[in-house]
C-alpha cells in the first residue's frame, strides 16, 4: 500500500506540468458554454465512470451554486449503446452519437487510459469532422487518440490506476474554473439589472425636479 501511495505521489508531481493545459481547456470549456455549446463526453470502463464524473459536476455543480451547464456522457444510454453495437459495431457506439448530436461549438471530451480503443478513436475523428473541440484525458504517449485531440491532457504514467487518479484531479480542477466563471457570469445579469433599476426609478425624480424649476 506504501508502495502505491508513492507512486501515486510520484505521478501527482510529475503531472503539474500539465497544470497550464488544464487550465487551457478549462478556458476553452467556459467559452463553448458562453456560446450555447455542449459537452460530450466518453470513455469505457472506469474512463466511462470518469467521463460521468465529470458531466455531474458540469451540469450539476462543483462547489458552488450556479447554473447549470450543457453536458451529456455517451455511454449512460444503454438502448442507444447497444442498438448501435448490435447493428453497426461496438467500435461505433461513440462516434455515431458524435455524428448526430455534436455541432461546431461544441466540445467533446474522452478519457482513455491507453488511447487505443477503436470508439474512443473514432468518436474523436467524428467530432473533428463535425466541427467541435475535442479533449483527450489520456496517458503514457496518447496512443492513436492523440493524433484526433485538440487539446490534450496526458498524464505522465503508464500504470492504468495512477492515471485516472490524475484525470480525477484534472477534472476536478477544470470544474472548479467553471464554477467561478459561471458564478461570476450569473452575478454581472443580476448587477445589470439592479443597475438599470436604479436608473429607471432615479429618471421621473429628475424629471420632476425639471418641471419644479
Known sequence: MSAELHDHIRTAQAGEELLPRVAEVADVLCGAFARGGILYTLGNGGSAADAQHFTGEVIGHYKRDRRPLGAVTLSTDPTTMTCIANDYSYDDVFARQVQGLAR??????????????????GALRAARERGAVTV???GGDGGPALEHADHALIVPSSTTPRIQ???????????ERIDA??????????????GRAASDTSAPDTALDEERA
Open 104 to 121: 461546431p461549438g461544441d466540445v467533446v471530451a474522452a478519457f482513455t487510459t491507453s488511447g487505443r480503443s477503436p470508439n474512443v478513436v
Open 136 to 138: 483527450l484525458f489520456g
Open 165 to 175: 487518479e490524475f484525470h480525477t484531479f484534472m477534472l476536478h480542477a477544470i470544474s
Open 181 to 194: 466563471w459561471a458564478e461570476a457570469t450569473d452575478a454581472a445579469p443580476d448587477a445589470a439589472a439592479s
